[in-house]
């Protein structure tokens, strides 16, 4: 039975503690935050549990074996750090960081502890969003021409992070998932209207290499809550709503047909268009944030890499650094640079130690300039569609 630690004790992290315990593999053996009146209430539910608002006095205990840490953004390297250096296995919730170099650094912690490292993108887990991205590499929707993410609400407003990196974090990692890949680059324009230094609304476009455009639409100042997206392709369209329980997803049977000539009567539009049926596949429901912590526990039981690793932290994070570097550059076409990070590292490893503080640190930095974000317009998206489940 591992035992287990939460940092952050707040909305998101009583959900993880539960799922912990759930999976039968964790017993609950600390909590740690800053406020009391919290800690006080999440006790209650777990009595045998220790407790602290010092999150050194935690790490200190050699008979804990992993932590989840479900903190403001902004303090989420600090934390993550503090764990791998103690020789803890972290999963950290989205984003990892909130810069590249960041995230970085925490991958090469991991790795020189020998310690999972795993990030808290939950709709990986999510097997109405794995049916999604079945849809899409079976062939079934066609070549994909682009995908529309929306996501929604009024509130909860953030103080810490704006909405693009708040909401849009989510959805980033979805299209990541599912296209295969990484963006190539990022236009993008957010507003803030509460506050004056975060944006409330952020829209943003994200191109892949293959073509594919991917539309995002994220925002706390909205009369209706929306998680939904949108999936065309030279066949069918599927439109998958995280809102609806009973029917996740809907596949449309409807497409445009282009004649060789384009018709000039709109009878003759009319028949280029084909719109047949609406239909709903059967998909079998789960709990994501559960699964996502079986996952987390397999993990460190067999010594495995997580889907959702500090890798794949760190190309959401890459991107959305894109998007931030577009919205402060007058909405102009930012580059995502994802490189080889894996290789990077090994070589790291094999020619240093990485005991070696300033080795570790200069590496950092020299990686870093490598994939820094360059907010010049670069690459512009392509005017061809993308096969579906294309890299």
């Not at 020998?114 to 079976?138: C, P, Q, W």
């Not at 009973?246 to 268009?273: C, L, M």
């Not at 094999?350 to 670069?378: A, R, Y």
């Amino acid at each position: 039975m591992l035992q287990t630690g939460l940092i952050g004790t707040g909305y998101w992290g009583p959900n993880i503690a539960k799922s912990f315990e759930l999976t039968g593999k964790a017993a609950m053996r600390w909590f740690c935050d800053v406020d009391t009146t919290r800690l006080n209430k999440i006790i209650e539910k777990y009595p045998h549990a220790n407790s602290t608002t010092e999150v050194d006095r935690m790490l200190e205990d050699p008979a804990l074996d992993a932590v989840a840490i479900s903190t403001p953004a902004v303090t989420h390297y600090e934390l993550t750090r503090k764990a791998l250096e103690a020789g803890k296995h972290v999963l950290v919730e989205k984003p990892i960081t909130l810069t590249s170099k960041d995230a970085l650094q925490l991958i090469a912690f991991a790795q020189d502890k020998h310690k999972i490292l795993m990030v808290g993108h939950v709709f990986e887990y999510n097997f109405t969003v794995r049916a999604l991205k079945n849809l899409i590499d079976s062939g079934e929707l066609g070549e994909i021409h682009y995908l529309n993410f929306e996501r929604t609400n009024l509130g909860p407003v953030r103080t810490d992070v704006n909405a693009l990196w708040d909401l849009a974090s989510h959805d980033v990692s979805i299209m990541c998932y599912i296209l295969d890949g990484s963006p190539m680059n990022v236009t993008a324009r957010g507003q803030a209207f509460l506050n004056s230094d975060l944006e409330d609304a952020v829209f943003a476009t994200f191109t892949f290499a293959n073509g594919v455009i991917a539309h995002v639409n994220a925002s706390w100042l909205n009369p209706r809550k929306v998680r939904e997206i949108t999936a065309v392709g030279s066949k069918k369209m599927a439109i998958w709503n995280d809102l609806d329980q009973q029917n996740p997803i809907q596949i449309y049977d409807k497409r445009v047909e282009w004649p060789s000539e384009i018709p000039d009567t709109f009878h003759g539009y009319k028949t280029a268009v084909v719109n047949g049926g609406v239909y709903i596949p059967h998909i079998q429901h789960n709990q994501p944030l559960l699964a996502e912590c079986e996952h987390f526990f397999k993990c460190i039981e067999q010594e495995c890499q997580p889907q959702t690793n500090g890798y794949s932290g760190l190309r959401v994070v890459l991107a959305l650094e894109a998007a931030t570097a577009s919205m402060k550059n007058q909405s102009k076409i930012a580059t995502v640079k994802m490189r080889d990070m894996e290789a990077h590292l090994e070589s790291l490893i094999q020619q240093h130690p990485m005991g070696d503080k300033e080795i570790l640190q200069q590496f950092v930095e020299n990686v870093h300039e490598h994939l820094s974000v360059d907010p010049t317009p670069s690459m512009e998206p392509s005017s061809k569609g993308a096969s579906a489940g294309g890299k």
